[in-house]
């Protein structure tokens, strides 16, 4: 996948069209998917262009960004399909492992809605005395739901 990063001007004279015209290219190059903007407001918008579709990502680091106040940088790209819960990002949070990915995974307990989930998710990847190591840790450092008495045993 090739990938060329360009500002509006640098675009147009790359194409030898009008700045207009750039702009309407990059935008239909947009609704396709083969452009990502960044910048704007008193940084100039850089636009990155692909050869093939770039599909969003929806997965364990878009969630984890969402509720802890400490953003992770990608490791990788996470692509799901279906519903991606809190509880299937805990888990996956603990298989990652390092110190920064689970300190920013405390913070999803607070969001937990379905303990028996996380625990069956938990068993069936033999995590369990990670989980309640971890959520005993999370209620030390944050204020979080409590865990029903019967997951502690």
Known sequence: MVVKKFTVDSFAEQKGITRQSALNLLSRLKKRNLVNVSGGGRQPRIYTLYTLPKKKTNGFYDLINTYAPD???????????????????????????????????????????????????????????????????????????????????
């Open 71 to 153: 953003k992770l940088q990608p490791k990788f790209e996470h692509y799901v399909n279906g519903r991606y819960t809190v509880e299937r990002a805990i888990i996956d949070g603990i298989i990652i492992g390092d110190s920064r990915t689970l300190d920013a995974t405390m913070h999803l307990f607070r969001h937990v809605t379905d303990w028996k989930r996380l625990f069956d998710m938990a068993e069936k990847k033999n995590l369990k005395p990670e989980v309640i190591e971890l959520y005993n840790k999370a209620r030390l450092v944050i204020k979080s739901k409590k865990m029903p008495e019967r997951y502690l045993r």
